[in-house]
């Protein structure tokens, strides 16, 4: 079976700041690893994936995650943290070695607020 | 959201009735799923179709049936079987390949009455 944690409910950072979304991972095989973004109301985004190649994978809107398989770890961050960032964020995984298509497990979201 | 719409925006259920939830999309996409979310939990597979006339259960697909008839379509009903039917409700699509991306669709509020 494969799962996704995501440790913290909420992350408050003050705009300017780094910010870091934290996610680990358990899978059979090698991960594929997905960051998504969501507005309220509205549909996930697809912010960034990690497959294979580079540990560092950047995204969209400024966003890059590091893949760590030692701790099999896949965090978001972004350099310099904008009001308008302020929205909930889930990870994903899927195993290489799963079967049943392209069947993904989310974690329970990250809500990120930047403050002024 | 581009690509994949969902209609309605809110639906409202009464007791002991089936609703319907619309998801097209114009992505040429092989595979199609649908996602239950409620607040804390994330979110969680309900059925997802590969391919044209074949579709798997997904992990709570208990209360609800989907139909493949298209490439384009994939409509969700939500049965009165389905006790707790309040939540949001996401499509997504995909090309086919464990590699790929799920693109997902605006999504559609149930509510009951």
């Known amino acids: 079976a494969q799962s996704v944690a995501q440790p913290e409910d909420q992350v408050n950072v003050a705009e300017g700041n780094p910010l870091t979304v934290k996610c680990t991972y358990s899978?059979?095989?090698?991960?594929?690893l997905f960051w998504y973004v969501q507005y309220p109301n509205r549909g996930l985004q697809f912010l960034l994936k990690?497959?294979?190649?580079?540990?560092l994978v950047k995204g969209s809107y400024g966003f890059e995650a590091e893949f760590n398989k030692s701790q099999t770890s896949f965090h978001l961050k972004k350099p310099s943290a904008l009001v308008s960032d302020s929205a909930l964020y889930f990870c994903?995984?899927?195993?290489?070695?799963?079967?049943?298509?392209?069947?993904?497990?989310f974690g329970t979201g990250t809500q990120l607020k930047v403050e002024l | 959201d581009g690509g994949i719409t969902q209609s309605p925006k809110y639906l409202f259920r009464k007791e002991g009735q089936n609703v319907t939830l619309s998801c097209e999309q114009n992505?040429?996409?092989?595979?199609m799923y649908w996602y239950r979310q409620d607040p804390g939990q994330g979110l969680r597979l309900i059925y997802y179709?590969?391919?044209?006339?074949?579709?798997q259960k997904g992990d709570i697909a208990e209360g609800y049936s989907v139909s493949r008839e298209k490439k384009e379509s994939f409509p969700l009903t939500v049965t009165s079987a389905q006790k707790n039917p309040t939540a949001f409700y996401l499509c997504?699509?995909?090309?086919?390949?464990?590699?790929?991306?799920?693109?997902f669709g605006p999504g559609t509020r149930l509510l009951v009455l």
């Open positions: 179709s590969q391919i044209v006339n074949d579709f």
């Open positions: 990690y497959i294979t190649g580079d540990n």
């Open positions: 992505l040429n996409h092989d595979a």
């Open positions: 997504a699509s995909s090309p086919a390949g464990p590699r790929e991306t799920q693109y």
């Open positions: 899978v059979s095989g090698n991960p594929y």
């Open positions: 994903a995984v899927r195993g290489g070695l799963t079967g049943g298509g392209n069947k993904l497990t």
